[in-house]
């Protein structure tokens, strides 16, 4: 199954290193340095809007595509998920009620669901907790029910089909435990290592950041917040890296043993994944633009840029695509304040 999750703005960065330029279209080999993406489609574009309404306060969590409703994750009159029909952007009701205790829903980052069959999975990250359910019984209702596994240095949560699939924050884990793959036998595999060595910056960077993951739960795609550094993973037995990327630098200074971020200079890089078993779709900022993420990108699955569509849009949250694969979604910012649900033909490009 597919997924983005994009965990809110993270203000760290790494101190800069040198660049080197790659030159040609597309970029076929590992890069020691940074170097712009060249893009081999380059469109601005006109999002169609779908509701153009302060409708969603506060952030936008998540977001997915089913049977011709966009459930959009946001905390609001205590309940976190919020149903809208996908052409007209009627709201057709909300569900998940907020709670209060151990065994119920507080705080959700996440929401995953597999088109297939519907099922669906939300992980709390105050108490920890991964909560499964029909989404079709939800919108109907009905609670999710929490799953008895032992989450307790989780920040998110990811099941797929060889098992859950783990990310720890190394605010409350040890370095070498970054990943963890908890197998359905039992079985467990970490990963261990960071794209830099300096923990002080692995603190920063890597505590929230973005993972997507194909359709069929194979590969894995995680960015941190600035600049723009992509790692792709297999894991279709174990956690292996195959590639990463290292695309515009990241800038920032120390002061002691704090890291200061020149999150502007730097850039937001990516802010939200959406995947297919061919294609990485991500939510994209560039440097020198005040923290906006107003593109909209297309990378294959080793990191080459594909496409990109630039819109002038202040901050776009979170995407999705139908079951076709045709329109992507956006939930997204303008720059008068406004926030708004559009969509993108992608068949026209």
């Not at 020149?262 to 440097?287: H, Q, W």
Request: hydrophobic share 35%; net charge neutral; proline share 4%.
């Amino acid at each position: 199954m597919l997924k983005k999750v994009f965990l809110g703005v993270c203000a760290a960065a790494i101190v800069a290193s040198a660049a080197i330029n790659v030159s040609g279209c597309v970029q076929t080999r590992e890069i020691s340095g940074y170097s712009k993406p060249v893009f081999r489609v380059d469109k601005e574009v006109e999002l169609e809007m779908i509701i153009e309404d302060p409708i969603m306060p506060g952030y936008i969590m998540d977001m997915e595509f089913y049977k011709g409703k966009l459930a959009l994750m946001y905390d609001y009159n205590d309940r976190f998920i919020h149903f809208y029909d996908a052409e007209s952007g009627k709201e057709l009701g909300s569900a998940l009620p907020k709670g209060r205790g151990p065994e119920e829903v507080i705080s959700p980052n996440s929401l995953k669901l597999d088109k297939k069959t519907g099922a669906l999975t939300v992980f709390d990250r105050v108490n920890r907790q991964l909560f499964s359910g029909q989404i079709d019984s939800l919108y109907n209702g009905i609670a999710l029910s929490s799953v008895k596994e032992d989450f307790n240095t989780a920040s998110y949560v990811f099941p797929l089909p060889q098992g859950y699939f783990i990310f720890q924050s190394p605010l409350i884990s040890s370095p070498e435990r970054r990943y963890l793959m908890r197998k359905w036998d039992g079985e467990e595999i970490t990963y261990e290592g960071y794209p830099h060595d300096d923990f002080r910056l692995i603190h920063r960077l890597f505590v929230t950041h973005a993972i997507g993951f194909s359709k069929d739960g194979t590969k894995m795609v995680a960015a941190a917040f600035p600049g723009m550094i992509f790692e792709i993973f297999d894991i279709k037995k174990g956690i292996k890296k195959t590639h990463s990327r290292y695309f515009w630098q990241i800038y920032g200074r120390y002061d002691g043993n704090q890291f200061i971020s020149d999150f502007d200079k730097s850039g937001a890089g990516a802010s939200a994944f959406y995947c297919t078993d061919k294609y990485i779709y991500s939510t994209l900022g560039e440097p020198n633009t005040d923290k906006r993420y107003e593109n909209i990108a297309i990378f294959d699955w080793e990191g080459n840029p594909l496409k990109i569509f630039r819109t002038k849009h202040y901050r776009l949250y979170q995407i999705c695509l139908d079951d076709e694969e045709r329109f992507l979604y956006v939930v997204g910012e303008k720059r008068d304040g406004i926030q708004f649900i559009g969509k993108l033909d992608l068949s026209k490009y």
